[in-house]
Nanobody, 126 residues
Framework: QVQLVESGGGLVQDGGSLRLSCAAS????????MGWFRQAPGKEREFVAA????????YYANSVKGRFTISRDNARNTMYLQMNSLKPEDTAVYYC???????????????????WGQGTQVTVSS
C-alpha cells in the first residue's frame, strides 16, 4: 500500500508560480512510478506529467510542456511539480498518483495508477 498526500496548492495570479508536493508513505522503499493529473470543474481528469522510479525520465502533456517541471526526491519520499507561467486554464484540482512497478516506466494514463492522493486546489486568476 502507498499513501499519498498533496500540498502546495493555492490562489495565484496569471503568470505566477506554485510548487506542489506529494508526500508518499507506506511501501515507498519500492520507489513507485508517479505522475500528476488535474481535474477542472465539469471536465475529465487529465494527465499533466509523469516520472520514472528513479527520476531519470520525465514526460509532459503538451499543454504544460516548458512551463511545468516534475521531479522527485526518493530520500524524502516526495514528488514535486514546479508550475511556472501559470494561466487561468491551469485552474483545477491537482492529484498525484503512484504505481508500484519494477521497471523504469512512464505511465501517462489515468487507469495505469492504483494509488491516488486527495488532491490540492490550484486557482489562477486573470
Amino acid at each position: 500500500q502507498v499513501q499519498l498526500v498533496e500540498s502546495g496548492g493555492g490562489l495565484v495570479q496569471d503568470g505566477g508560480s506554485l510548487r506542489l508536493s506529494c508526500a508518499a508513505s507506506g511501501r515507498t522503499f519500492s520507489s513507485p512510478a508517479m505522475g500528476w493529473f488535474r481535474q477542472a470543474p465539469g471536465k475529465e481528469r487529465e494527465f499533466v506529467a509523469a516520472i520514472t522510479r528513479s527520476g531519470i525520465s520525465t514526460y509532459y502533456a503538451n499543454s504544460v510542456k516548458g512551463r511545468f517541471t516534475i521531479s522527485r526526491d526518493n530520500a524524502r519520499n516526495t514528488m514535486y511539480l514546479q508550475m511556472n507561467s501559470l494561466k487561468p486554464e491551469d485552474t483545477a484540482v491537482y492529484y498525484c498518483a503512484a504505481k508500484l512497478h519494477r521497471l523504469e516506466v512512464i505511465l501517462p494514463r489515468r487507469d495505469e495508477y492504483n494509488y491516488w492522493g486527495q488532491g490540492t486546489q490550484v486557482t489562477v486568476s486573470s
